[in-house]
C-alpha cells in the first residue's frame, strides 16, 4: 500500500525544516521528511555532508555559514525521523494527505499536521534576452559550485542587486571564474530610504561586515562594480555574449555567462493552492502566507516554517522551523502551552537577532521598476513565450487580473504554473489598471505543483486515495 500514515509531514530539507523535523520528533511526533533532492541542505546547504567529506577545502571557499549547515544535518541524521530524499510533492490537501513521487512512482502519506518549508526562490529577472542560452540566476550558478564544484568557462557577467550577488560573484572569483563585471541596479535614493534602517540592523552587524569585505574583495582583484540604475539588455542571438548596459553612458561586457539577482521571494505555490490567507509585502513586492509566531497558519492543522512565510535568511529559518515543531507538539498534545512558550524563548531571541537586519536590505535593494513592468518587447511567460506587451493589451481589453487573463493569453498555464511569470503579471496588471498588486490578487494554483508522468501516476497502488 502506498500510504502511509505519521503526525506530521514536514516538506523540504533545508534549515527551517530539518529543525521543524528535529523538534517534533523530540517532542515525540512521528514524523516523515519528504525533499526533492537526494542529500539534506536545502539550497543554503545544499550537499554540505558531501562537501565537508569529500572536498573539505571548498567548505572554506563557500564560507562558515554554508559550513554551519553540517551542524543541523547531523541532527536530522541523528533524530527517529523518516527522511524521504528525491520525492517531488505533487499535492498538498487541507485534511493532510501529501502525494509525492520519487520519480518512478507516486504515493500518498496521511498525516495530522504538514509543515510546510518550502524556502524561497530566486526572484525572476525579466529583461531583454534573458531567455538566451548562458543566462542563469545567480543563485543556479551557486548551486553547480556546491554540487559539483562547477565554475562557468569564459568571461561572466553578473548583473542586480542584494548580497547574493556580491556573494556569487566573490564565489566564483575565488573559485577561478573570469569575473568581467558586476552590474547593480541599487541607486543613491536606495540607500537614503535604508539610512533610517541602520540602527535596529547593528545587531546583525556581521552580515553588513561581511557585505563590505565582499565589495573589497571583489575590488582588488580587478572587478569592476558599475551602477546600472536603467536596466541592461543581454546581447547575442543564439546564445548570450555580452551584457549591454543601458544609459547615457552605456558599456558592453563580454560575457558568455550572464548570472541574474534580483533577491529571492517566498515559494508560495503550495500555500496558494491550500488557499491560504496570504498579505502582500510592499517593499520588496511579493506575496507571503500569513502565520502566527509558531508558524501556524489560516488552516489549523497547516504550519510553515523559513523562508517560505518571508525572508529573513538562514538563521531566522533554523529558528522558525523550531518554533513551527514546537507548535505542532503544542497543537498535537505533546506539550503544554507554558511548556511551549518556555522552549520557545531561545528560537524566538536567535530569530529576532537574525532578522534585524531585512528592514535595512529590504529598503537597500528594492526591485527597481524596470524589473517589475518591463518594456513591451521582453519575454515574461517563458513557458507560453509571452510578452509584457501581449499582457497590457489584455488588460485593456477587459482582464482584471492574472486568472481572467488566462482567458486572454496562456501566460500562468505552463508547467511552472506561474512562477517565473506570476509576480511580473500582478505588477504590470497593477501599473495598467491603476491599482495596487494586493487589489490584483494572485494565480490560483492548480495541482499537480510539479509535473508529474501518467506512468508515476499509473504505478500507484490501487488502494491508494486519489486526489
Not at 534573458?130 to 545567480?138: I, K
Not at 548583473?159 to 573559485?175: F, I, M, R
Amino acid at each position: 500500500m502506498s500510504e502511509q500514515a505519521c503526525d506530521v509531514v514536514v516538506i523540504g530539507a533545508g534549515p527551517a525544516g530539518m529543525r521543524a523535523a528535529v523538534t517534533a520528533a523530540n517532542e515525540g511526533l512521528s514524523v516523515t521528511l519528504i525533499d526533492e533532492q537526494t542529500e539534506a541542505g536545502g539550497q543554503i546547504y545544499r550537499a554540505v555532508a558531501r562537501v565537508a567529506r569529500t572536498r573539505p577545502a571548498d567548505l572554506t571557499l563557500l564560507g562558515p555559514e554554508y559550513a554551519a549547515g553540517g551542524d543541523i544535518v547531523l541532527e536530522l541524521d541523528a533524530a527517529d525521523i523518516t527522511v524521504l530524499h528525491g520525492h517531488t510533492v505533487w499535492q498538498i490537501s487541507q485534511d493532510g494527505t501529501v502525494w509525492c513521487s520519487d520519480g518512478t512512482k507516486a504515493k500518498s502519506i496521511t498525516a495530522r499536521f504538514v509543515i510546510m518549508a518550502s524556502g524561497a526562490q530566486e526572484r525572476p529577472v525579466p529583461v531583454p534576452g534573458w531567455t538566451l542560452p548562458g543566462v542563469m540566476t545567480a543563485g543556479a550558478a551557486q548551486i553547480l559550485l556546491k554540487s559539483a564544484a562547477m565554475v562557468p568557462d569564459g568571461p561572466v557577467a553578473l548583473y542586480g542587486s542584494g548580497p547574493l550577488l556580491l556573494l556569487v560573484a566573490d564565489q566564483l572569483l575565488s573559485a577561478g571564474a573570469d569575473i568581467r563585471v558586476v552590474a547593480e541596479t541599487t541607486t543613491f535614493k536606495d540607500y537614503l530610504n535604508a539610512a533610517p534602517h541602520l540602527l535596529g540592523a547593528l545587531p546583525a552587524s556581521k552580515y553588513l561586515k561581511k557585505g563590505i569585505a565582499l565589495r573589497r574583495h571583489l575590488k582588488a582583484a580587478g572587478v569592476p562594480i558599475i551602477k546600472a540604475p536603467n536596466g541592461v539588455s543581454i546581447e547575442g542571438t543564439e546564445r548570450a555574449t555580452g551584457l549591454r548596459i543601458i544609459g547615457k553612458h552605456g558599456q558592453t561586457f563580454e560575457a558568455e555567462t550572464i548570472l541574474l539577482q534580483q533577491g529571492v521571494v517566498p515559494n508560495t505555490q503550495a500555500s496558494w493552492q491550500l488557499r491560504l490567507d496570504h498579505a502582500w509585502h510592499a517593499a520588496q513586492h511579493y506575496w507571503y502566507p500569513t502565520t502566527d509566531r509558531f508558524g501556524a497558519t489560516s488552516l489549523a492543522n497547516v504550519f510553515i516554517a523559513g523562508d517560505g512565510a518571508g525572508i529573513f535568511g538562514a538563521e531566522a529559518a533554523a529558528a522558525a522551523g523550531a518554533l513551527a515543531g514546537l507548535g505542532v507538539a503544542h497543537a498535537a498534545g505533546n506539550i503544554s502551552a507554558a511548556a511551549r512558550d518556555q522552549k520557545a524563548l531561545p528560537f524566538i531571541a536567535l530569530h529576532k537577532k537574525a532578522a534585524a537586519i531585512r528592514p535595512l536590505l529590504d529598503h537597500l535593494f528594492p526591485p527597481p521598476a524596470h524589473i517589475l513592468v518591463p518594456d513591451d518587447a521582453t519575454i515574461i511567460c517563458r513557458c507560453e513565450e509571452i510578452t509584457a506587451g501581449q499582457v497590457r493589451d489584455a488588460a485593456k481589453l477587459g482582464a482584471p487580473g492574472p486568472n481572467q487573463l488566462k482567458a486572454f493569453l496562456r501566460a500562468g498555464m505552463g508547467p511552472c504554473q506561474g512562477r517565473m511569470c506570476g509576480l511580473s503579471v500582478v505588477e504590470i496588471m497593477a501599473r495598467a489598471h491603476g491599482k495596487s498588486p494586493a487589489e490584483i490578487g494572485a494565480y490560483r494554483i492548480r495541482p499537480p505543483l510539479k509535473p508529474l508522468s501518467l506512468a508515476e501516476l499509473a504505478a500507484m497502488d490501487d488502494d491508494t486515495p486519489t486526489p
